[in-house]
Nanobody, 119 residues
Framework: VQLVESGGGLVQPGGSLRLSCAAS????????MSWYRQGPGKERELVAG????????NYADSMKGRVTISRDNAKNTVYLQMNSLKPEDTAVYYC?????????????WGQGTQVTVSS
């Protein structure tokens, strides 16, 4: 399983970024995908999740209304569009998939992509 995030960077408050996560090594189209983030000195927290077909999305309150998660199963890629970014959104953003190989359920993470919101 490999998850490779990209698209992070430095952005001014109020700006936008689109993160991508390219997945391989598993049947992408069959799995729920999530984005998490971990800010400086903070615990990792859920940002958004999307079902295997993309029909249902879930968002954490912290960024609800400012982010959109989507996926392209033909490209094995999940996206996170972030708008109206705030300095408190500064964090490393991680892609996540949970895969069950009976009887174990394992968490897989990408290396993360840094998002810095600053003027």
């Amino acid at each position: 399983v490999q998850l490779v995030e990209s698209g992070g960077g430095l952005v001014q408050p109020g700006g936008s970024l689109r993160l991508s996560c390219a997945a391989s090594g598993f049947t992408f189209s069959s799995h729920y995908m999530s984005w998490y983030r971990q800010g400086p000195g903070k615990e990792r927290e859920l940002v958004a999740g999307i079902t295997s077909t993309g029909g249902i999305t879930n968002y954490a309150d912290s960024m609800k209304g400012r982010v959109t998660i989507s996926r392209d199963n033909a490209k094995n890629t999940v996206y996170l569009q972030m708008n109206s970014l705030k300095p408190e959104d500064t964090a490393v953003y991680y892609c996540n998939v949970k895969i069950t190989t009976w009887p174990n359920r394992l968490n897989y993470w990408g290396q993360g992509t840094q998002v810095t919101v600053s003027s």
